[in-house]
């Protein structure tokens, strides 16, 4: 079943620029994120009362979902979109990518988790394959008082996805499951980002035409509804160090549907990076000594 949800997880993070690309247009991004989100809490909100499954939280849970929401469905989505503003999207990807890290010392420091070197040192090659994927896209870019605002926005970006992962397994841990946080996290991550779309003065457009709407529904419905809980589910099930791995392998597979669907070219070095990536992910999930957390002993099944 873990196969399935990081499979699942990795081809559906790898499309969605796909819509986020057809996006593009007389809508603001900040307005379709709160689109994206706000209907994705609809939509979760209402199969799980149809279904009865639907968790009843205490006041403290709800506030772990309140900054939950804040973390991985408001500020986060804000740092990247700035953030490629100010740098190439390859560089965010690469900064995005840290995640893996991130989480294994955040583990470390928030749960008395001790970090497997398998982890630290797949996170690492996997981190130096994406940078081999995307060095001439780096390598064109010269450093700038913009580049240093781009790669800060970036990693507070990732911070605070690595933070929204720290708190889906705390309530995981509390009996709480994904897909009742997801659907109170996301609809307080679409209010508060709301509210700052009012404050910002961002317009709240529509574009009613096939591809706007068609692209909204792929990421409301496989992006998000599926995706974060496919993702979220697997922080729960095999740790937050090594679920983060999907932010290293869904560039792969973004880049293989560009070059069928843009014409991407392949180049020595972007093979050599492929390699190190995979190699990167056979650590990660090699099986390693024991450790505190038993969420983390969980292989890859």
């Given at each position: 079943m873990n196969l399935v949800l990081y499979v699942l997880t990795v081809l559906i993070w790898g499309t969605t620029w796909i819509a986020l690309k057809?996006?593009?247009?007389?809508?603001?991004?900040?307005?379709?994120?709160?689109?994206?989100?706000?209907?994705?809490?609809?939509?979760?909100?209402?199969w799980l009362l149809i279904s009865r499954r639907l968790q009843p939280m205490n006041r403290r849970g709800h506030l772990i979902c309140l900054a939950q929401g804040l973390c991985l469905f408001c500020v986060n989505f804000i740092c990247f979109l700035n953030a490629s503003q100010w740098v190439p999207s390859g560089l965010v990807a690469v900064v995005f990518s840290t995640a893996t890290l991130w989480n294994a010392l955040n583990s470390r420091l928030f749960f008395g988790q001790k970090i497997a070197?398998?982890?630290l040192s797949g996170g690492a090659l996997g981190l130096l394959g994406l940078g081999l994927l995307f060095w001439p896209e780096l390598a064109a870019r010269k450093a700038s008082h913009q580049t240093l605002i781009g790669l800060s926005l970036a990693l507070l970006?990732?911070?605070?996805?690595?933070?929204?992962?720290?708190?889906?397994?705390?309530?995981?841990k509390n009996g709480l499951r994904p897909l009742t946080t997801n659907a109170w996290g996301m609809l307080y991550g679409a209010l508060m980002l709301g509210a700052w779309c009012l404050f910002k003065g961002v317009p709240f457009s529509i574009e009613w035409n096939q591809r706007y709407i068609g692209s909204l529904l792929?990421?409301?419905?496989?992006?998000?509804?599926?995706?974060?809980?496919?993702?979220?589910?697997?922080?729960?099930?095999?740790?937050?160090?090594?679920?983060?791995?999907?932010?290293?392998?869904?560039?792969?597979?973004?880049?293989?549907?560009?070059?069928?669907?843009?014409?991407?070219?392949?180049t020595a070095p972007a093979l050599v990076g492929l390699l190190a990536v995979m190699a990167g992910n056979v650590l990660v999930f090699r099986k390693g000594r024991p450790v505190a957390a038993p969420a983390s002993k969980v292989k890859l099944a």
């Open positions: 057809l996006q593009l247009g007389n809508v603001a991004i900040e307005a379709s994120i709160v689109y994206r989100f706000g209907l994705a809490a609809l939509i979760l909100f209402a070197r398998n982890v970006g990732t911070l605070c996805f690595s933070a929204g992962n720290m708190l889906s397994s705390l309530q995981q792929y990421l409301v419905i496989p992006g998000s509804v599926v995706g974060f809980t496919a993702y979220l589910t697997l922080v729960g099930r095999m740790g937050p160090e090594r679920a983060a791995y999907c932010t290293v392998l869904f560039p792969l597979v973004a880049l293989n549907v560009s070059a069928v669907m843009e014409g991407y070219q392949w």
